[in-house]
């Protein structure tokens, strides 16, 4: 699967190339990673216990499809922080933290304005993602909640960011986004009635260059 998305995304890669208006930039994302906690029936009181700061980056493509239009995809490291805390009915407590590490190739459309100002623009965009678990570890030394991670996770995403381009090839970009994640990423878990639920979010403070 793992390596379905990198040749994946290298035809994509390819495909752009041959477009007449095709940027291919790097990124470098500090992230605030957090999550979503819902436990089923009434035994347990299960919430998230914190976040923590992690650094996302990868190679990206802007594929232009019209003037202010462009398609963006890429393929990013993307770590991740699990934590939760919470108490049974039964007396026992839990407050655990894992690390979870994703390939993620990110789909969305951004929208450009006009120069707002010389040689810079305002964006706007939208999409979602796809990300594979490649990696997984307790963070806590006793943890025993959670057993295991589901292999994907996806999420929906909105941001919003700057463009200034330096030179006749080379833009730099700054941005915000926000990843909502839609799958429940936890395949096992040892809770002994109901079910466990945790969803990944992230708020990504984006850096980036295209040449």
Same mark, same amino acid.
Not at 8 to 37: D, E, W
């Given at each position: 699967?793992?390596?379905?998305?990198?040749?994946?995304?290298?035809?994509?890669?390819?495909?752009?190339?041959?477009?007449?208006?095709?940027?291919? %930039?790097?990124?470098?994302?500090?992230?605030? =990673?957090? +999550?979503?906690?819902?436990? @089923? /029936?009434?035994? #347990?009181?299960?919430?998230t216990n914190g976040v923590g700061l992690?650094?996302?980056? %990868?190679?990206?493509?802007?594929?232009?499809? =019209?003037? +202010?239009?462009?398609?963006? @995809? /890429?393929?990013? #490291?993307?770590?991740?922080?699990?934590?939760?805390?919470?108490?049974?009915?039964? %007396?026992?407590?839990?407050?655990?933290?894992?690390?979870?590490?994703?390939?993620?190739?990110?789909?969305?459309?951004?929208?450009?304005?006009?120069?707002?100002?010389?040689?810079?623009?305002?964006?706007?965009?939208?999409?979602?993602?796809?990300?594979?678990?490649?990696?997984?570890?307790?963070?806590?030394?006793?943890?025993?909640?959670?057993?295991?991670?589901?292999?994907?996770?996806?999420?929906?995403?909105?941001?919003?960011?700057?463009?200034?381009?330096?030179?006749?090839?080379?833009?730099?970009?700054?941005?915000?986004?926000?990843?909502?994640?839609?799958?429940?990423?936890?395949?096992?878990?040892?809770?002994?009635?109901?079910?466990?639920?945790?969803?990944?979010?992230?708020?990504?403070?984006?850096?980036?260059?295209?040449?």
């Amino acid at each position: 699967m793992k390596k379905t998305v990198i040749l994946l995304f290298f035809a994509l890669l390819g495909f752009s190339a041959v477009q007449a208006q095709t940027k291919i %930039g790097l990124k470098f994302s500090p992230t605030i =990673s957090s +999550n979503r906690v819902d436990a @089923s /029936g009434d035994e #347990y009181s299960l919430s998230t216990n914190g976040v923590g700061l992690r650094f996302i980056f %990868g190679p990206y493509v802007d594929v232009m499809l =019209s003037e +202010n239009y462009y398609f963006h @995809s /890429g393929l990013l #490291y993307v770590p991740k922080r699990v934590g939760v805390e919470g108490t049974a009915q039964s %007396g026992g407590m839990f407050d655990e933290a894992y690390k979870t590490h994703y390939l993620q190739v990110p789909v969305g459309i951004k929208l450009f304005t006009n120069e707002v100002a010389l040689d810079t623009r305002i964006f706007f965009q939208v999409g979602g993602a796809l990300e594979i678990l490649i990696n997984e570890e307790n963070i806590s030394d006793d943890a025993v909640l959670i057993e295991d991670f589901r292999f994907f996770d996806a999420n929906v995403s909105l941001g919003s960011g700057v463009e200034y381009r330096i030179g006749t090839t080379t833009i730099l970009s700054g941005g915000i986004t926000y990843n909502r994640g839609l799958v429940n990423v936890v395949s096992e878990h040892n809770l002994m009635a109901g079910d466990l639920s945790v969803k990944n979010d992230l708020l990504r403070f984006d850096i980036g260059v295209k040449f």
